[in-house]
Nanobody, 123 residues
């Protein structure tokens, strides 16, 4: 199994910055992707950014270049630097880990989630 621990959420004012961090433990060799998603009431959980074992990084939205994912799966940790936060960024942010489907890892869930960390941006 994989366990994810998140940190870095909080309440800030528009224009401020936050850095969200996520560390993975357990059978980290089974992790094929890590990243961050966010969700607000009434909306589907959406990907913010994720990276794969080949260090390819994907962003669902450009976020105006305000968000940057760093770290690496080999380090068992990723961070999301969020600059110039806006009220519409307010959400619960979840760390995500995708898992390989193979003989070693197929007994695990194909995705794991952190407990969620609240980011609140006030204008």
């Amino acid at each position: 199994q994989v366990h994810l621990v998140e940190s870095g959420g909080g309440s800030v004012q528009a224009g401020d910055s936050l850095r969200l961090s996520c560390s993975a433990s357990g059978d980290t060799d089974c992790i094929s992707a890590m990243g961050w998603f966010r969700q607000v009431p009434g909306k589907e959980r959406e990907m913010v950014a994720q990276t794969t074992v080949d260090n390819t990084t994907f962003y669902e939205h450009s976020h105006g270049g305000r968000f940057t994912l760093s770290g690496a799966i080999g380090e068992h940790a990723v961070s999301l630097q969020m600059n110039g936060l806006e009220p519409e960024d307010t959400a619960v942010y979840y760390c995500y880990a995708g898992v390989y489907y193979n003989d070693r890892c197929r007994g695990y869930k194909n995705s794991y989630w952190g407990q969620g960390t609240q980011v609140t941006v006030s204008s």
